[in-house]
């Protein structure tokens, strides 16, 4: 079997994605369950991740968000019967490559899939949902009443926790970088409660946003990075990006700001408006769950309720049409990129 690897350059500044031959798999046994595979998600690899927690490698398997059939289980295994249809992440130390036809993972790394939907759409939502989860659960407290702002909504993960938010009953408002962006998001239903278009340069975040919320601020900013340094010394993929100290203007008292920029800095003056604030920052990094085991409960928990919204309709991942494996590896490049607007799943 045949199956997308990573292979970096000596340079350590490009990357490759190549098909190898893979090894026959070993028995099943103790928690292991054999799947073969139906679909496979297509994630951005963070290679200074797995720099910082010793995980290079030559070949590196791509493709870790799946969903299939279990064809076979081990004698420990208790949660699975074979024929039973599952989804899962796989590890950032698994040996397996998700665009395999067939691959070994432990129990503990699956939860059921609904019958009713599909396997494409079951891929697609499993590592946003569990990004959106945890930035809206666990580092902050969406709940009836709260207003978040959501950056670059029209994205795959933005667009699933806009919808976790106005479930869970938060008023919403988004920025989009396009029309096209804006006229998706628009769409959606429950509508939106404000559309932030910071293409053309008509609005400015700040007031759009205290306007929308009289004075008072946002009680929860769900960014997708930030701009570290004025518009005169920006970069040129940082462009559209909001500034640092536009972020902390916007935060509520008592309110709470959940970024993806792992390298933030904030200045003293940055750090004495949050105090005076009451206001929190969290850092999200939705691979803490397979980094820790210590509470593999509450992550197979989020699996499991992800499944029943989609199941439920309350999540509609945006997805782009299904991937044949002949396909993966340049759709690979594209996501590596940041190329890819909609969600990339390959189809088996």
């Not at 490759?16 to 496979?40: I, M, S, T």
């Not at 499993?126 to 969406?142: F, I, K, M, N």
């Not at 509470?295 to 919204?309: A, N, P, R, T, V």
Request: with cysteine; proline share 4%.
């Amino acid at each position: 079997m045949k199956g997308l690897y990573w292979k970096q350059n000596s340079s350590g500044e490009e990357t490759n994605f190549v098909f190898l031959e893979k090894d026959n798999l070993p028995v099943v046994k103790d928690n292991y369950v054999k799947v073969r595979v139906r679909a496979c998600a297509l994630s951005r690899i963070d290679t200074k991740l797995l720099s910082d927690i010793k995980l290079e490698k030559e070949f590196l398997p791509v493709g870790r968000e799946v969903a299939g059939v279990v064809l076979e289980i081990g004698n420990k295994v208790s949660s699975f019967q074979p024929n039973d249809e599952v989804v899962g992440i796989l590890p950032l130390d698994s040996e397996e490559s998700g665009l395999c036809e067939v691959i070994l993972i432990h129990e503990h790394y699956l939860a059921h899939k609904p019958e009713k939907i599909s396997w494409t759409e079951a891929a697609a939502t499993l590592r946003d949902g569990v990004r959106a989860y945890t930035g809206l659960h666990y580092l902050s407290y969406v709940s009836t009443g709260k207003t978040l702002l959501v950056m670059n909504g029209a994205s795959p993960f933005g667009t699933i926790a806009i919808q976790l938010a106005q479930h869970r009953g938060a008023k919403v408002i988004a920025t989009v970088y396009s029309l096209e962006d804006k006229q998706y998001l628009q769409r959606l239903t429950p509508s939106v409660a404000r559309i932030i278009d910071e293409s053309n340069g008509k609005y400015d975040l700040t007031e759009s946003c205290l306007e929308e919320t009289g004075g008072l601020g946002v009680d929860i900013i769900l960014d997708a990075g930030v701009r570290s340094h004025n518009k005169e010394d920006k970069v040129a993929s940082q462009e559209l990006l909001p500034h640092k100290h536009d972020i902390i203007t916007l935060l509520s008292v008592g309110g709470h700001w959940v970024t993806m920029e792992e390298n933030l800095q904030l200045d003293p003056p940055d750090s004495r408006c949050l105090f005076l604030k009451g206001a929190s920052v969290s850092f999200l990094n939705d691979e803490v769950w397979n980094l820790s085991n210590m509470q593999q409960g509450k992550y197979l928990c989020i699996l499991e309720d992800i499944m029943e919204k989609l199941s439920s309709g309350i999540f509609r991942p945006l997805l782009d049409e299904p991937i044949p494996l002949y396909e993966a590896k340049v759709s690979m490049e594209m996501v590596q990129k940041n190329q890819a607007r909609k969600k990339q799943v390959v189809q088996l």
